[in-house]
C-alpha cells in the first residue's frame, strides 16, 4: 500500500517541499498543477526518488471561471484549465487527477458540471488517467453516497469517486458502507481528520475519528481490492504540518498492520 502526502500542507519554495516530504518518509505526492514546472523540480524529484501519485485538477482554476458555469466563456475557461491539468499529469507520469464539485446544486447546474466532467473524463482515458470526483461538503455533491449516484448516472467508465475521511466525518456517513458501495469505482482515498464541524484538516486522530473507524476504513479498503495510495492531505496552517504528516503517517503503517494488509 502506498502511502501519500499532498505536497501543499508542507510551507518554502517547491523544492523544501519535496525535500522536506523525502526527509519525512514519503516516496509519493500529491501535486497541483502549478507543481512541478520546471527542469529544476522535476531533476530534484528524479534525485530524491519522489514520485507523482495524484493531481489536483480544479486547484488554480481562474477567478470566476467554474466547471458548472452557467456562462459558456468561463465553463470553458475552467474546462481549459483542467485538461491542460490532465496533460502535465501525464508528463508527471501522475496515475489519477481529481476535481471537485461546483457550487450549483440545481438540475441545470449539475447537467452543465456532467458535461463538462464527461469532457475531461474522455481525455483522460487518452491519457491513461484516472479521473475522480470528490464528495465535498458545502458544494454540489456534499455527500459520498450523492457523488457516487451522480458518476453512476453520467455512465463514463473512466469516473470514480474520491473518498475523504474528514468530508465523511462532515457528512456522518459510515465509511465502510461507502467503501463497499463504491467498489470498483473507488479511484482514490484522502485521509485527514477534523472536529467533525469544519473541514480543518488535521492529523489522524487528532480530532473526531477514532482508531476504531481507521481500521474499519482500512479492512474495508482492503476488502475491495483498493490498489490506489492513502494520501495525507494535511493543513498547511498546523503549527506542526511536517510533525502532523511524519505521526499520521506513522499511525497508517501501524493501522495496516492490524488489518493484516499484505
Not at 467508465?157 to 473518498?163: A, I
Not at 475523504?164 to 463504491?182: K, M, Q, R, W
Not at 467533525?196 to 492529523?203: A, E, F, I, K, T
Request: glycine share 8%.
Amino acid at each position: 500500500m502506498r502511502i501519500a502526502c499532498c505536497i501543499w500542507a508542507l510551507s518554502g519554495a517547491e523544492t523544501d517541499q519535496m525535500r522536506d516530504a523525502r526527509e519525512l518518509g514519503f516516496d509519493w505526492i500529491d501535486i497541483q498543477p502549478g507543481n512541478l514546472r520546471t527542469l529544476e523540480s522535476r531533476l530534484l524529484a528524479q534525485e530524491l526518488g519522489l514520485r507523482v501519485s495524484c493531481l489536483g485538477a480544479t486547484f488554480g482554476m481562474p477567478p470566476g471561471a467554474s466547471l458548472d458555469s452557467a456562462d459558456p466563456s468561463t465553463r470553458e475557461t475552467a474546462i481549459a484549465h483542467c485538461l491542460s491539468a490532465l496533460d502535465h499529469a501525464h508528463e508527471v507520469a501522475a496515475q489519477l487527477a481529481y476535481v471537485v464539485p461546483g457550487q450549483d446544486r440545481s438540475e441545470a447546474g449539475l447537467t452543465r458540471y456532467g458535461e463538462a466532467l464527461w469532457r475531461l473524463a474522455e481525455r483522460a482515458a487518452q491519457l491513461d488517467i484516472k479521473l475522480a470526483v470528490e464528495h465535498f461538503p458545502g458544494k454540489a455533491l456534499p455527500t459520498a453516497d450523492e457523488t457516487l449516484a451522480y458518476i453512476s448516472a453520467l455512465g463514463h467508465p473512466n469516473l470514480y469517486l474520491l473518498y475523504d475521511s474528514g468530508h465523511i466525518l462532515l457528512s456522518g456517513e459510515d465509511p465502510a458502507t461507502v467503501i463497499f458501495n463504491a467498489d470498483d469505482r473507488l479511484g482514490y482515498v484522502h485521509v485527514d481528520d477534523n472536529d467533525g464541524m469544519g473541514d480543518l484538516h488535521w492529523g489522524l486522530l487528532d480530532g473526531v475519528m477514532t482508531e476504531e473507524a481507521l481500521d474499519d476504513t482500512l479492512r474495508a479498503l482492503r476488502d475491495i481490492g483498493y490498489a490506489g495510495a492513502l494520501s495525507l492531505e494535511l493543513s498547511p496552517r498546523l503549527p506542526k504540518p511536517g510533525q502532523a504528516l511524519q505521526d499520521s503517517r506513522d499511525m497508517l503503517l501501524r493501522a495496516l498492520h492490524r488489518a493484516a494488509w499484505d
